[in-house]
């Protein structure tokens, strides 16, 4: 198993969920931060990804936007301050009209109720937005297409489709991005004392690791350990 998918599959001790969003009008919606990683999919219209830091990012039909570690962010008819938009879970957050609607869009992911996301993915960009050509990557075009008619507890087992597709985006999307960035910027890692720390907490991310018991699971003296693991990636 390369050290995506081990990644991914770590998150399966969270709660899985996804929602599919319509809206119209001058619409905002906040994610706000939490332990966990997740994507959004637009399916028709455009909008705005916005966040405290980056300037907005213009978004359009086919667009992903990933968030390996559960970094604040938002979706917005319109560049707008992330403080103004109204969180996802907010009852009051009003539905999209019968009808079209200007703005469709598909949310999953886990939450970590305990433990950590994995370093892998805690270290990437907070907010990654991909344009695929879905012509050029059939599996991705395959994996929207099945999950576009999403629609919440259809059977007694779509909740275990759902999970499957849900971990297969992430992955695949994952690796989608990677292809795309020069080499030197994602280094495997071929450090074995990283690896094994690595693969230590992907076998029990529920446990409170310390650099103490890693170090000395992995065979390496603390300070040793220390300085090659928070190096990592550089």
Same mark, same amino acid.
């Given at each position: 198993? &390369?050290?995506?998918?081990?990644?991914?599959?770590?998150?399966?001790?969270?709660?899985?969920?996804?929602?599919?969003?319509?809206?119209?009008?001058?619409?905002?919606?906040?994610?706000? &931060?939490?332990?966990?990683?997740?994507?959004?999919?637009?399916?028709?219209?455009?909008?705005?990804?916005?966040?405290?830091?980056?300037?907005?990012?213009?978004?359009?039909?086919?667009?992903?936007?990933?968030?390996?570690?559960?970094?604040?962010?938002? $979706?917005?008819?319109?560049?707008?301050?992330?403080?103004?938009?109204?969180?996802?879970? &907010?009852?009051?957050?009003?539905?999209?009209?019968?009808?079209?609607?200007?703005?469709?869009?598909?949310?999953?992911?886990? %939450?970590?109720?305990?433990?950590?996301?994995?370093?892998?993915?805690?270290?990437?960009?907070?907010?990654?937005?991909? #344009?695929?050509?879905?012509?050029?990557?059939?599996?991705?075009?395959?994996? %929207?297409?099945?999950?576009?008619?999403?629609?919440?507890?259809?059977?007694?087992?779509?909740?275990?489709?759902?999970?499957?597709?849900?971990?297969?985006?992430? %992955?695949?999307?994952?690796?989608?991005?990677? #292809?795309?960035?020069?080499?030197?910027?994602?280094?495997?890692?071929?450090?074995?004392?990283?690896?094994?720390? $690595?693969?230590?907490?992907?076998?029990?991310?529920?446990?409170?690791?310390?650099?103490?018991?890693?170090?000395?699971?992995?065979?390496?003296?603390?300070? #040793?350990?220390?300085?090659?693991?928070?190096?990592?990636?550089?």
């Amino acid at each position: 198993m &390369d050290l995506i998918s081990r990644a991914v599959s770590s998150l399966r001790v969270g709660q899985n969920g996804m929602r599919r969003f319509r809206q119209s009008g001058s619409w905002g919606i906040r994610y706000p &931060d939490l332990t966990g990683s997740g994507f959004h999919i637009v399916l028709h219209g455009s909008g705005w990804l916005v966040s405290a830091s980056e300037r907005p990012v213009a978004l359009k039909p086919g667009d992903i936007v990933l968030v390996p570690s559960g970094a604040d962010h938002g $979706l917005s008819a319109a560049p707008r301050p992330l403080r103004a938009l109204s969180p996802a879970a &907010d009852p009051g957050l009003a539905p999209a009209p019968p009808g079209p609607a200007d703005f469709e869009f598909l949310c999953g992911g886990y %939450v970590l109720e305990q433990g950590q996301v994995h370093p892998y993915l805690a270290g990437m960009p907070d907010l990654i937005v991909v #344009s695929p050509d879905y012509r050029r990557n059939p599996q991705l075009r395959s994996l %929207v297409s099945l999950l576009r008619p999403f629609e919440p507890r259809s059977r007694p087992d779509d909740d275990v489709t759902w999970a499957a597709l849900l971990d297969l985006m992430l %992955v695949h999307v994952l690796r989608h991005w990677l #292809s795309e960035q020069p080499p030197d910027v994602w280094p495997a890692v071929s450090d074995p004392g990283i690896t094994a720390a $690595l693969g230590m907490i992907h076998d029990s991310p529920q446990t409170p690791w310390t650099v103490a018991r890693l170090s000395e699971n992995a065979g390496m003296s603390r300070a #040793s350990f220390a300085k090659r693991f928070t190096a990592w990636p550089c």
